[in-house]
């Protein structure tokens, strides 16, 4: 019984790290979709917090190699259609019903208030179409589950790639290279394979890595590396900068957590394993509260609080909605989340 207790205690302790640091990162890309709405009442100046938005939008990259780790960490030949049956409740389900849920929630605002206080123009022409749109995650920001099922469907691949240190290396550079030259930097599986196969590579032959602090030469090549790639994405376009500057973020806010939770060691919290539900629940009301502001103070303090005060808002109200539902709603909220 003891040996239990401190295998499930470790075991705790261990995925602490996984859920701390994705919560983490799901700030940085709620703080990502946090766009001043109607420019032309935005001063000059709010046009460079953009370089904030780049931050938040490299936050997506480590998703990718968590995810992966995780999948392929305790995989074999045998489990795919165990593992298969396991993502429809884990993806599919979540992946229909928000998108679902968004689809009603962008209906609702242009219902009410016309196209006032939404920035993106969205069709509900015809009921194919928003079936079609639900489908292709057009009305939220689920596309990232989208391409995870997608890679959860050619599992296999992935593993038989991994499992040779020297062909695993070689098919994150092949991938890397397709990404480079598919001319679209986001919401693209094909833009995201290098990475999600250095997961699979990292969940086949380092089982603890991230369990562990990062060997200290990735993150301190990672600490210089990365504002390097952010100042050249500010001063050259291309896939061949975006990939580079991506890549360099995964081991960079990787080390960075090492470095801090050396120092200050993060404690675990019950709010932390609200990530997926905080991603799939604040774009709308984002969206929505800031153009709100904007439209009926447009000044410089409509603007400093829209950007700043209304994404912690989003991030309580979202997070205190999922603390409730898992509370008192408990089988509907695992549903939602994933958890089933």
């Not at 490299?58 to 593992?83: E, H």
């Not at 598919?182 to 693209?188: G, K, M, R, T």
């Not at 799939?280 to 005060?309: D, K, M, S």
Request: aromatic residues 22%; glycine residues 4%.
């Amino acid at each position: 019984m003891l040996s239990i207790t401190i295998n499930t205690f470790e075991k705790n302790k261990k995925s602490d790290k996984i859920f701390i640091l994705s919560f983490l990162m799901m700030l940085g890309i709620v703080w990502t979709h946090s766009r001043m709405p109607r420019l032309d009442m935005v001063p000059d100046y709010f046009y460079q917090l953009s370089l904030f938005n780049t931050i938040g939008e490299d936050c997506v990259a480590p998703f990718f190699l968590i995810t992966a780790f995780l999948y392929y960490r305790n995989y074999q030949s045998g489990m795919y259609w165990g593992k298969l049956k396991t993502r429809i409740w884990s993806l599919i389900v979540p992946y229909i019903l928000w998108n679902a849920i968004g689809a009603l929630g962008w209906f609702l605002v242009m219902h009410f208030t016309g196209d006032k206080y939404i920035s993106d123009s969205q069709e509900f022409t015809s009921f194919v179409d928003v079936v079609s749109n639900i489908f292709a995650s057009k009305y939220t920001v689920l596309w990232y589950v989208g391409v995870i099922i997608v890679y959860a469907l050619v599992a296999p691949l992935f593993y038989y790639l991994a499992i040779r240190k020297r062909i695993a290396i070689t098919a994150v550079i092949f991938f890397l290279l397709i990404g480079i030259l598919f001319h679209h930097p986001y919401c693209s599986p094909l833009v995201w394979m290098s990475i999600y196969m250095m997961g699979a590579y990292l969940g086949v032959h380092y089982k603890e890595y991230f369990y562990k602090p990062q060997p200290f030469i990735i993150t301190l090549s990672a600490l210089i590396l990365y504002p390097l790639a952010f100042y050249i994405s500010q001063k050259y376009e291309g896939m061949l900068v975006v990939n580079f500057r991506q890549w360099s973020s995964v081991f960079f806010f990787i080390g960075l957590y090492d470095v801090f939770d050396r120092y200050i060691h993060f404690l675990p919290h019950r709010v932390y394993k609200y990530s997926f539900f905080l991603y799939a629940t604040h774009y709308i009301p984002l969206h929505f509260l800031q153009r709100y502001i904007i439209i009926n103070n447009p000044n410089e303090n409509g603007c400093w609080f829209a950007y700043i005060v209304i994404p912690f808002v989003i991030v309580c109200l979202c997070c205190s909605l999922a603390f409730v539902l898992d509370k008192y709603c408990h089988k509907l909220y695992s549903v939602l989340s994933g958890n089933r």
